[in-house]
């Protein structure tokens, strides 16, 4: 075990934190620890578009010019009297050790970097193309010659990460995966309780309860299932019926359990919800904890810190009065478009999603939109009634627009150079309630619950109830009509909108100012994460992104955010049941206590069933302890292993090479799929890669690749040398795959093509071009 390792990267985020809380703190100033859990998201923010633009020039001066930048900054912002408070800092430290160490341990018995159940050799890839290479954008390792056309900002991220502490690749991928969980988990435990204090409610049970939702915890469709297996045989087949369950997996006992069932739980087909036939266009519904152990350094993960804090950027500006105009416009038009252009490059589907979080903000927030003008502007608006409402719903929307805009600007190299076509589908098949409860029950019930109380409170008990009563009609409704989602949804929807707006509603523009702490609000903050999150399961329900796998790619991508935006305010809603919700007499103050805790014990207690099960299988099939991804190459494809290793340390910089195409999730060399490896596992770019290229760019460039690199390997003499020299080769690579795909193999024929490495049945060659 690299424990060196683990405390060199453990101290860099640590500092990291320290540096960056400095210049957290001047942008959460109303922030219960003064946003010290967001100071390392404040500073990857900082590093990250240093490199990502100087890095066009040269990466590695990006790489120390994006330190010098955090530094100064930190500087700057302490001159003027700013500092971090070493309590909170040592709370927030605290979390993100635990956090971090957890994973590592995790990662330390399961490493490995495989190209099946997942994808670890495109996240693997494309981090040593960022360490390999010198400018950005960084040249595309499966289609040699052209930039990678992907979301790479996350991988970028890493590669800077990695350079700083001089680490190989094989270890900082996981040392990297386990810094991106820890801060994902420090910020919702940092805005959860940003958000918790702000209404009076714990800060540290907040946090902590949202760090359990993005964390550890699970969705319900295990806990289920564990339910189906502990029944009598009789009843657990009739449940499982009406559920529409197969008895598999958990539900036919522990022995049986995959901790990837429950992150298919949604079928587009059929309505099966707990099997499915290999192959089915199934929707991907996972959630942190099953994305974690997975363990793909991916856009979707590596996001997530970044998502929050946007949220937490929001939640400044939410705090902020009307009177300080120019912190207003600096949170929403210098920091939100800064980071929505980092996010553009780092998981493109999570780009809209800061355009939505800061349109419900702005139309939410205690200072009315129309502050933000000038008295000349501001005093042609509508100041009460309905149309006041349209008008701030309008100027929001106006507002998330302007950060849309500048989010491009920001991130316009991208868009230029990394662009693929996509068509946009209305109405696929739509979720099923059973499915929509087994995966965002976690929080649809405690959201629901909450909302219910204090529409009690500001409506009085009798009418709360029948407000209930119309809720659980529309979800029976939504379920008969085929419309589940709007049926279980649309409820906290206008639940959530209208608690949020309620005080000001029909007030003046003049006197909404004095509303900034949140006055006499049923709800805060939480209400516009909650609000977040509704609306992109909403989304997701009726309009997806075409691809050859349904909406599965539109959901996955999608549902991750939501499960994070719901997370964060998760804490606070639980939080406020467990200490704030006194209704009525004592009795039944008495009885809404004991059933509350009850409900949130079971709720905690049920949905760690997952990681309990999860994490004893991962201990059970482990080896020694080890954060090298690539060490099980020498058990599975030796021979193959000591040729890829020779050709990483011995080409210098990122010469093109060739391997068997096309290539896919399989490494199987009998079948003639190499999977790419020699490309993946050094960041060499080769000819034609995986298939995913085709969708990337199109079917007739990849096709024409794929043809050519058969040519390559068994054309004439003429036609290889006019190859070689087209695309630029260097090294061809000749292992099982190769030799199985193309059977006799005349490229070692070539005049100036010459064996420079012969390992078992592996041959390297290389390509003196200037001999061609």
């Known amino acids: 075990m ?61 790489v120390w010019l994006g330190l010098l930048a955090l530094v100064a900054g930190a500087t700057i912002v302490g001159s003027r009297g700013t500092t971090v408070d070493g309590r909170a800092y040592a709370e927030v430290a605290s979390v993100f050790t635990l956090a971090f160490c957890f994973l590592v341990a995790v990662r330390a018995l399961d490493p490995v970097i495989v190209p099946l159940g997942g994808e670890k050799f495109l996240d693997f890839g494309l981090l040593n193309s960022l360490v390999r290479g ?86 319900l469709s295990t806990p289920v299932r564990l339910l189906i297996w502990l029944l009598p045989d009789n009843l657990a087949t009739s449940l499982a019926e009406s559920a529409g369950y197969e008895i598999s997996g958990l539900a036919a006992g522990p022995d049986s359990f995959s901790y990837w069932d429950a992150s298919r739980v949604i079928a587009d087909e059929a ?30 993960m590596m996001s997530t810190g970044f998502l929050l804090l946007a949220a937490a950027l929001c939640f400044s500006y939410y705090q902020t009065p009307a009177v300080e105009r120019r912190r207003r416009i600096v949170l929403l038009f210098g920091a ?73 600007l920001w991130s316009l190299p991208f868009w230029l150079g990394a662009a693929s ?7 696929p098949d739509r979720s099923g309630m059973l499915e929509l409860l087994a995966v965002h029950g976690l929080f649809v019930l405690p959201f629901g619950l909450y909302l219910y109380a204090q529409a009690g409170r500001t409506l009085g008990t009798e009418r709360a109830r029948i407000v209930g009563l119309a809720m659980i009609g529309v979800i029976f409704l939504g379920a008969t009509v085929d419309l589940a989602a709007v049926g279980l949804l649309a409820p906290l929807l206008v639940g959530a909108w209208l608690l949020a707006r309620s005080p000001s509603l029909g007030q003046s523009v003049r006197s909404i100012p004095t509303l900034a702490d949140g006055g006499d609000r049923p709800v805060g903050f939480e209400a516009v994460l909650v609000l977040a ?40 809603v639980l939080a406020w049941l467990l200490t704030r919700w006194r209704p009525g007499s004592e009795t039944r103050r008495l009885v809404t206590r004991t059933g509350t805790t009850a409900f949130v014990v079971l709720l905690v207690l049920s949905t760690s069933v997952y990681g309990a099960l ?28 000591e040729a890829i290793r020779w050709l990483d340390r011995t080409a210098e910089g990122q010469p093109t090479i060739v391997t068997a195409a096309p290539a896919g999730y399989r490494w199987n060399p009998e079948d003639g799929d190499g999977a ?29 690749r794929v043809s050519d690199v058969e040519t390559i390997y068994t054309g004439s003499a003429d036609e290889q040398r006019a190859l070689l020299q087209e695309y630029d080769v260097r090294y061809v690579y000749v292992g099982p795959a190769e030799q199985a795909r193309y059977g006799e193999i005349t490229i070692g024929q070539v005049s100036g093509v010459t064996e420079v490495k012969r390992a078992g049945d592996v041959v390297i060659y290389r390509v003196h071009l200037e001999q061609l």
């Open 2 to 62: 690299e424990y060196g390792l683990v405390v060199l990267w453990l101290a860099l985020y640590l500092l990291l934190t320290y540096v960056g809380a400095t210049v957290a703190a001047a942008l959460f100033p109303r922030f219960a620890d003064r946003g010290v859990a967001f100071g390392l998201p404040v500073a990857f923010t900082i590093l990250w578009l240093v490199a990502y633009f100087v890095g066009r020039v040269s990466l590695t001066a990006g």
């Open 134 to 219: 010198e400018t950005l954008p960084p040249e595309d390792m499966w289609f040699a010659g052209e930039p990678v056309a992907y979301y790479y900002g996350g991988h970028l991220l890493a590669a800077v990460l990695t350079r700083i502490t001089g680490t190989a690749s094989q270890y900082a991928y996981n040392l990297a995966l386990a810094g991106f969980y820890a801060t994902l988990v420090t910020a919702a435990y940092g805005l959860a309780g940003a958000v918790a204090a702000d209404r009076g409610v714990s800060r540290r049970l907040a946090g902590a309860l949202s760090a359990f939702c993005v964390g550890l915890a699970s969705n």
């Open 271 to 300: 309505g099966d919800f707990a099997s499915y036939e290999p192959g089915a266009a199934l929707v991907i519904d996972e959630f942190p904890l099953f994305a974690w152990l997975n363990g793909d350094l991916h856009a979707h």
């Open 336 to 408: 939100l478009p800064a980071l929505a252009g980092l996010m553009a490059v780092t998981n493109t589907w999570s780009f809209p999603s800061i355009a939505g979080l800061t349109m419900l903000t702005v139309a939410v927030a205690p200072a009315d939109p129309g502050t933000l003008f000038p008295d000349g502007v501001r005093d042609h608006l509508p100041t009460a009634g309905p149309t006041h409402e349209v008008a701030r719903i309008g100027l929001a929307v106006g507002v998330a627009v302007a950060v849309v805009a500048l989010g491009l």
């Open 421 to 427: 076509g996509r068509e946009v589908a209305f109405l």
């Open 533 to 572: 999150g509704t609306g992109l399961v909403l989304l997701v329900e009726f309009v997806f992104v075409k691809e050859n796998v349904g909406r599965m790619n539109t959901v996955f991508k999608t549902y991750m955010q939501v499960w994070v935006l719901w997370a964060a305010a998760a804490g606070p």
């Open 614 to 641: 999860a994490l004893t299988n991962h201990v059970e099939a482990a080896g020694e302890p080890t954060l090298n991804g690539t060490d099980h190459l020498d058990r599975t494809h030796p021979e193959e292993a």
């Open 676 to 704: 790419s490896a020699p490309a993946s596992l050094t960041g060499l770019p080769t000819v034609a890669g995986w298939y995913h290229e085709a969708q990337y760019r199109n079917d007739t460039v990849y096709d024409r």
